[in-house]
């Protein structure tokens, strides 16, 4: 990342995988191998623009197939 980390500053980052996960009322999502980078002293996690879609994909294909799960 060119900027430091927003949680403590440090300016050293790695590139690895982390499981994504998400929960509400209704719905939880986990998503595996999700790209992001770490800064190395925190752990402060920040997703790449393709690991957000793949987690914004996993989610619609998730509320669309408990929809039609309601209708059939």
Known sequence: MD???????????????????????????????????????CNETYY???AVKKIQQAFIDKHFRIKRKKKG
């Open 3 to 41: 900027k430091p980390c927003t949680f403590c500053g440090n300016n050293s980052f790695r590139q690895t995988t982390v499981q994504y996960s998400y929960e509400n009322e209704k719905y939880s999502l986990v998503v595996d191998e999700v790209p992001c980078e770490q800064c190395e002293y």
């Open 48 to 50: 790449l623009p393709d």
